[in-house]
């Protein structure tokens, strides 16, 4: 009666499920003092999860699937896992200090973070509906509590009710477009949904079906007009839990919306495609000027997360237009978008929350001269700031390189038409990076500044040590491409089938 | 299912409500009826009420509702297994087992954050055991 | 299915129906007895002999009392309560066993009719079910009178009832993997036999402790002494039926001791073998007859440990009450379901390594 299981394809969740139980256990039995062990645990075992990552990767097997099908590990699955496991480690990294300065929960912390990775594991995995819902849900609602974390401070509740009340308006308008695919049909895999809805792309139920996922994951990824609440719980939020947010809840809503559209209805792109359209245009066009007049740094950050969702929405758009090779170019454009995207936006989250303990404020404008007294931070800061604005060498020039060259490589007016405006927003957002590059190096410290010995305090080692491996790794990909086009063209299997 | 099985209980539903309206309905008419302004106020052991009664009840009655709703659909789950306990063998077992260790461990959670507690409020309950107050005056 | 099996189950219904109330009726007047006995005084006497008849009497008076509706209720939850009080109390039995079928022969045709009203598939579930809905009439009562004692009253018993719903329903699991059903009956025929030819098959006897367990449970979950802080006189008046009187006071008084030989009839059926006993060789009417005397004897003797023990304990205090539900028995029954299931898993399937 027992069920097939291959333990070596479940092995990083497992893994990652027994260091959640472990860390809230340890946090229940330590007493005050030591509660930094919950910490160590949960690095440890985000590290030890990313091991049986490297067999399967180095396996001979091929693709395994599970229950069904309904649990798929190929080579998509394993670069994404890859990616959650990195991010959710550099994650862990920027809390420690954070977390520990808190007089909050410390075990729950991680915990709860924990649970959000193990989620975002299953999700690159998962290959059914049910699966999915499951996996969108671990990731998020672990996150509507993260985001209320400092529970004292009014803006974190702010944070985490805006967050819950959309999140959970998204579930559900999720559910509700699932439940419509199901009962059109009556199929759960998307393999079988594929099959089944091959000629049903015309129906009004299901292409109602298929505007509600696509509203549904545009709350998780934050793309306008479904952003609202991104900026007010970033802010809010503990800051290494808005860089999470921003970088690996919203990957997984991204890893969430190719997989179902692509895998599941490859026949209906006629229906999504306008509507993914739509939503990268308006994304890239609305955050980018909205984030032109913002003062605090996080909430800059927030915007410009919202108008890189945008750009990483392109290819989508793209996609819908092409052959099945093309389909596998945007495929891939995708993820090589937010490979890179993670690695940026996360070393950028890193140097505020660096950035925020030196100056004492997240106004950009307290910011100034933060070159002249921590000049490595300082040009980290640039490092960052620059690569999101896309400028060569560094990576994030290569992730608008694919997305461009996924836009025209689908040739149609529609899709040159919106490589123009990807193109005028890339500038747009060069002029609000570029702007806190320079109020760090050339505007003189305000009178404001805290003493001397908070300005040149050093950075906490976790921290000092998540900022140093992003940069690594933006610089390297800069310059080395390859690198990254490796894993993201690994990814192509699910579109080229 | 045999929605036969439950014709049964279907006509005694029926007869329930049929009893239980006819006798309150004859308690009505047998039963006087002296209303006065005292016997119709809310019961207050004599006095007259003042205030209406509080519609805010301690959080800790929601704790509770929402540990019964984790506990009760793990029973379900149970049951489910249960029935077919021999055909699942130790493979159903293990399964099960990992579930309720799970489960004990949430249980072993609230427990020792004091959620369990109605005795000590739970933010004294804190400070007694960990040195809280000790630690601030550091 | 015919006229015949209709009519059959008709008269299924009306003898359930009519056991249920002929059962109250005594009981009452048997708790009042021993609770006086225990107590070293009389108890009632007067009406019929030994008094037998005082609860009829009591019914009778409380027919002709006025049946106030204060003006601060809401009017259709507080008419509806009464009523959704004695629904699953009289449903809840129609899932209990209490005999052995007899055959016999209607418009031509032999019939086995079951001394069960009707055999559920699911009736474990059911019976879960339908004791869950029992707190839906206290809460809804308590709030729909508008007073505070009602309140406090509803509140309290919600709190309790859902508390002590897990005990009971953890303390059920090792009862369904022994049987392997959820049906009642098969889980009656399950537990007939003896072991070695002395002990009966009865559940109690390997799951003693999943018993235990369950009768406290059952006591919390009727809301008897010693955890009746529902209906606590001293502290909150009446409890949830403060407001009421009359007949519809009678709805709540004769649910609560129905409650009582429902959840006495139902351990008796799931841990007590039910119907099961010697029938020493005889045959005919009397091996029909027995069954039911051995299921009428065991549930008396637990609703005289019911009797017992409201005599007996002093009532809880509130954090005593909630202390033992999640504290102990939770725990309790979830160490002891897991243990259960690791020995009859090992004697079933051998050792896991093999």
């Known amino acids: 009666m027992a069920p097939d299981i291959d333990y070596l394809a479940l092995a990083p969740e497992i893994t990652l499920a027994v260091t959640a139980v472990v860390v809230l256990l340890l946090d229940l039995f330590l007493p005050r003092r030591q509660k930094y062990w919950t910490a160590i645990v949960a690095v440890l075992g985000v590290s030890f999860a990313a091991l049986p990552l490297i067999a399967l990767a180095v396996s001979d097997v091929g693709d395994r699937a599970m229950l069904g099908g309904s649990f798929v590990v190929d080579d998509f699955a394993l670069v994404l896992k890859g990616l959650f496991v990195i991010a959710g480690y550099l994650v862990l990294l920027m809390s420690v200090g954070y977390v520990e300065s808190d007089r909050y929960y410390q075990g729950e912390y991680y915990f709860l973070l924990l649970m959000s990775i193990l989620g975002s594991m299953v999700l690159a995995s998962s290959r059914d509906l049910i699966t999915l819902f499951i996996a969108v849900e671990l990731v998020s609602q672990p996150m509507y509590l993260l985001a209320g974390w400092r529970k004292g401070d009014l803006r974190s509740n702010e944070a985490s009710l805006k967050y819950f009340l959309l999140g959970v308006l998204a579930s559900a308008l999720l559910l509700y477009g699932m439940s419509f695919v199901y009962g059109l049909t009556g199929e759960l895999t998307f393999a079988g949904i594929a099959a089944e809805g091959a000629g049903k792309a015309g129906e009004p139920a299901f292409i109602m079906a298929i505007l509600f996922i696509i509203a549904g994951f545009g709350f998780k990824v934050s793309a306008v007009p479904f952003h609202f609440w991104a900026p007010d719980t970033y802010e809010g939020a503990p800051t290494p839990v808005a860089a999470y947010l921003s970088v690996s809840s919203k990957a997984a809503g991204f890893v969430a919306l190719l997989v179902v559209l692509y895998s599941a209805f490859p026949d209906a792109s006629g229906v999504w495609g306008p509507a993914v359209w739509i939503l990268a245009a308006l994304s890239m066009t609305l955050a980018n000027l909205t984030a032109l007049r913002q003062t605090n740094i996080v909430r800059l950050l927030a915007y410009s997360s919202v108008a ?190 | 299912m045999n929605l036969a099985d439950y014709l049964p209980i279907a006509i005694m539903l029926l007869l329930v409500i049929v009893f239980a309206g006819a006798s309150i309905g004859l308690g009505n008419l047998l039963g006087p009826r002296r209303p006065t302004p005292e016997k119709l106020a809310p019961y207050e052991c004599g006095i007259v009420p003042e205030l209406e009664p509080s519609q805010r009840f301690p959080v800790k009655f929601y704790l509770v509702a929402m540990l019964f709703v984790i506990f009760d659909i793990e029973i379900i789950f149970l049951f489910a297994w249960a029935v077919r306990f021999r055909e699942l063998g130790w493979f159903g077992l293990a399964a099960v087992g990992i579930f309720t260790a799970l489960v004990i461990e949430t249980l072993g959670y609230v427990w020792k954050r004091g959620a369990l507690d109605w005795n000590i409020p739970r933010r004294a309950r804190y400070r007694l055991s960990h040195d809280v107050a000790d630690e601030e005056a550091a | 299915m015919d006229g015949w099996d209709v009519a059959i189950v008709i008269v299924k219904v009306l003898v359930v129906f009519a056991l249920l109330l002929a059962a109250t009726i005594l009981l009452v007047w048997i708790e009042r007895k021993v609770v006086a006995d225990m107590q070293n005084r009389i108890g009632p006497e007067r009406a019929g002999p030994w008094g037998i008849l005082q609860t009829l009497a009591d019914g009778l008076k409380l027919l002709f009392k006025e049946q106030i509706r204060p003006n601060k209720v809401e009017v259709g939850m507080y008419l509806l309560a009464p009523v959704l009080t004695l629904l699953p109390a009289f449903l809840i039995f129609m899932v209990i066993p209490i005999g052995v079928p007899f055959t016999v022969t209607l418009g031509g045709v032999e019939r086995v009719v079951s001394m069960q009203g009707t055999d559920l598939n699911v009736g474990l579930l059911y019976i879960l079910a339908m004791s869950s809905l029992a707190v839906y009439a206290v809460v809804l009562a308590g709030w729909s009178s508008g007073s505070k004692y009602p309140l406090l009253g509803g509140v309290r018993a919600t709190a309790q009832a859902i508390s002590y719903e897990a005990a009971m329903g953890l303390a059920l699991v090792p009862v369904v993997f022994y049987a392997g059903s959820l049906s009642i009956s098969e889980i009656v025929a399950a537990q007939s036999g003896t072991w070695g030819g002395i002990v009966p098959r009865w559940n109690i006897v390997p799951l003693f402790l999943s018993f235990v367990i369950f009768f406290i449970a059952i006591i919390a979950e ?133």
Request: hydrophobic share 60%; aromatic share 16%; net charge neutral.
């Open chain 1, 308 to 497: 890189q969702a945008g750009f990483m929405l392109v290819p989508f758009a793209a996609a819908a237009t092409t052959d099945a090779v093309g389909l596998g170019e945007a495929f891939a454009a995708t993820v090589t978008y937010i490979v890179i995207y993670a690695f940026m936006n996360l070393g950028a989250f890193a140097v505020v929350i660096a950035g925020a303990r030196k100056t004492g404020t997240g106004d950009i404008e307290g910011w100034g001269g933060l070159g002249s007294y921590a000049p490595a931070l300082g040009a980290l800061a640039a490092v960052f700031f620059f690569s999101l604005a896309g400028i060569p060498p560094l990576a994030g020039w290569i992730a608008k390189l694919v997305m461009f060259g996924a836009a025209m490589g689908a040739g149609s007016p529609w899709m040159i038409a919106l490589a123009v405006i990807a193109a005028i927003n890339a500038v747009i957002a060069l002029v609000y990076y570029a702007r806190v590059v320079k109020t760090i190096w050339m505007d003189p410290v305000p009178a404001t500044a805290p003493e001397e010995e908070v300005r040149t305090a050093s950075v906490a080692g976790s921290l000092g040590l998540a900022i140093g491996l992003s940069a690594a790794v933006v610089v390297v990909a800069g310059f080395f491409p390859s690198l990254v086009t490796f894993f993201s063209d690994a990814t192509k299997v699910l579109a080229g089938g």
């Open chain 3, 222 to 354: 009727t809301n008897r002494a010693p955890f009746d802080l529902v209906e606590a006189e001293q502290e909150i008046v009446g409890g949830f039926h403060t407001e009421y009187s009359g007949f519809r006071f009678a709805c709540f008084f004769l649910a609560e001791y129905i409650n009582m030989f429902n959840m006495s009839a139902i351990a008796a059926t799931l841990f007590l073998g039910g119907w099961n006993g010697p029938t020493f060789g005889l045959t005919g009417f009397v091996s029909w007859l027995l069954p039911i005397i051995y299921f009428f004897i065991k549930t008396f003797v637990l609703i005289f440990i019911f009797m017992w023990v409201r005599a007996t304990l002093p009532r809880f205090r509130y954090d005593q009450l909630m202390t033992l539900g999640w504290k102990r028995l939770i725990p309790a029954a979830l160490l002891w379901l897991v243990l259960s299931a690791v020995v009859v898993g090992w004697r079933q399937f051998g050792a896991p390594w093999t």
